[in-house]
């Protein structure tokens, strides 16, 4: 059984959906949690879930001062991390053809999914080199870094940049004992992907075909994969991407649907029902 005990753990975004489950799967096994949460009202209930063992940190990991200020209360409380993982990210836009994105919205992408993994780990390597055995790094992507995602192309744009920045930071790190890897997922019932609003009823009894495995992905999914990067299991995993998708990166195919829409969903030809648009 993997025991995290008297290992150190940060969580970005952990207030919610892959972050909030990843977060009490490590608490579960022992873990010294630190979670960092933006929205106040989700990191209190984090606190009154995880407990007072956890530390939970009211702040916005795309914030300079916030995270400066989390490394420091770290170093202060524990004095070495052992794993961090970068959780946080969102479409932040709706589907937007790339014309029509402006600059302003291109920073906002750029911020809340991939700027904050160069911030949060470069403010953590101190202590995840003060870790007594190899630390390790998780960054959580998306199926969508590694196939097009029409409409969202800056977004997906850069979660294939998550991929280049693991990869090399695994070369940089390897020397030093600390691991690096990431996690894409599949589209993941959460909060930000509400899946019961998003596909009307009468297309749901199509999911088992959508998805080889036959559903789409829930957060304790996503939480496993990066519970087993971070532990013994994987002493000899680094540079790496684990695909927590069902089978949909070796099967899935964009296509547009008859009123020109594009989707990765099904739909049953001159239904004026409109899917979801895909997500990841």
Known sequence: MIDFKDKVVLVTGAGAGIGQSTAAEFAALGASVVALEVDPERADRLQEQLGAAALVVAGDATSGADVSKLADTVSERFGHLDVLVNNVGHFVTRPTPFEHLTDEQIDDIYRVNLRHIFRVTRAML??????????????????????????????????????????????????????????APETTDTAQVPLDRMIHPSQRHHIPHWIPLGRFGTPRDTAGCVLFLASPLAAWVSGTVIHADGGALAAAGWYRDDQGTWTNMPVIKGNSLKPAEGVG
């Open 126 to 183: 101190p202590l995840l080199r003060a870790a007594e055995t190899g630390a390790s790094i998780t960054n959580v992507s998306s199926i969508e870094g590694f196939r097009g995602i029409p409409q969202f192309a800056v977004y997906g744009a850069f979660k294939a940049a998550v991929t280049g920045f693991t990869m090399s930071l695994a070369l940089e790190l390897g020397p030093e004992g600390i691991r690096v890897n990431a996690v």
